[in-house]
């Protein structure tokens, strides 16, 4: 079984300071892990993704999340924080490596504001 | 840049009238997912399929839901009666074949909004 929890529903913090977004994960599997966005009006766009290689994870625009099994978490983190960045996210755990019946979960979404 | 396709952007229906969505995955995405978000909440995947067949539609309420892709490339979700509950985004998603990359990231189209009076 699996499944994700992102903590905080929603996260607001100012232009360029640092941004943490939590996600906690369950898998009775070695999990994939990945961190979506959707910004409104917009389609779903990967950020970044966990696949067992190296656990600190760079993404696209300056967002990185590090794996640490043994707090079963998977936080998604930026130093600066921009404007565009408002956006929500989502955190996804699948199953590694397998295609049937994959029991691909998302988390309940963080939704995250910028204060000038 | 490839990207998955959806149509239509926007759909307004009253109860119990019939809908339909289609979607066109990446070229060459085997793996092929329909999802429904509802406002405020995460994507719930509805079902799955492999090239034409489906893996997992056990989120799929089969009374009135229904998804094919019968050739394995496009695909189309259907729901008769449509029902007030309905109501919100359906995206696609695709991907490569888990099982040959590993790795299931999934590209998303930009989804139906479904809007049941």
């Known amino acids: 079984a699996q499944s994700v929890t992102q903590l905080d529903s929603h996260v607001s913090v100012s232009e360029g300071t640092p941004v943490l977004l939590r996600c906690n994960y369950s898998?009775?599997?070695?999990?994939?892990l990945f961190w979506y966005v959707q910004h409104p009006n917009k389609g779903l766009q990967l950020l970044l993704k966990?696949?067992?290689?190296?656990?600190l994870v760079k993404g696209i625009n300056g967002f990185e999340a590090e794996f640490k099994k043994s707090e079963t978490s998977f936080h998604l983190t930026k130093p600066s924080a921009h404007m565009s960045d408002a956006a929500e996210y989502f955190c996804?755990?699948?199953?590694?490596?397998?295609?049937?019946?994959?029991?691909?979960?998302f988390g309940s979404g963080t939704r995250l504001s910028i204060r000038p | 840049e490839a990207e998955v396709a959806q149509s239509p952007r926007y759909k307004i229906t009253e109860k119990s009238q019939a809908v339909a969505f289609w979607c066109d995955p990446i070229?060459?995405?085997?793996?092929l997912y329909w999802y429904r978000q509802i406002l405020g909440q995460g994507p719930e995947l509805l079902v799955q399929?492999?090239?034409?067949?489906?893996?997992?539609d056990s989120q799929l309420p089969k009374d009135r839901f229904s998804a094919e892709r019968l050739k394995g490339v496009d695909s189309t979700l259907k729901i008769q009666p449509a029902e007030l509950g309905d109501s919100a985004m359906y995206l696609c998603?695709?991907?490569?074949?888990?099982?040959?990359?590993?790795?299931?990231?999934?590209?998303f189209g930009p989804g139906t909004r479904l809007t049941v009076l």
């Open positions: 399929f492999q090239d034409e067949s489906v893996v997992d």
């Open positions: 966990y696949t067992s290689a190296a656990t």
């Open positions: 898998s009775s599997y070695s999990p994939s």
């Open positions: 998603a695709s991907s490569l074949d888990p099982r040959q990359g590993g790795v299931n990231e999934q590209f």
């Open positions: 070229s060459g995405h085997a793996t």
């Open positions: 996804v755990v699948s199953r590694a490596g397998y295609s049937s019946a994959s029991k691909i979960i």
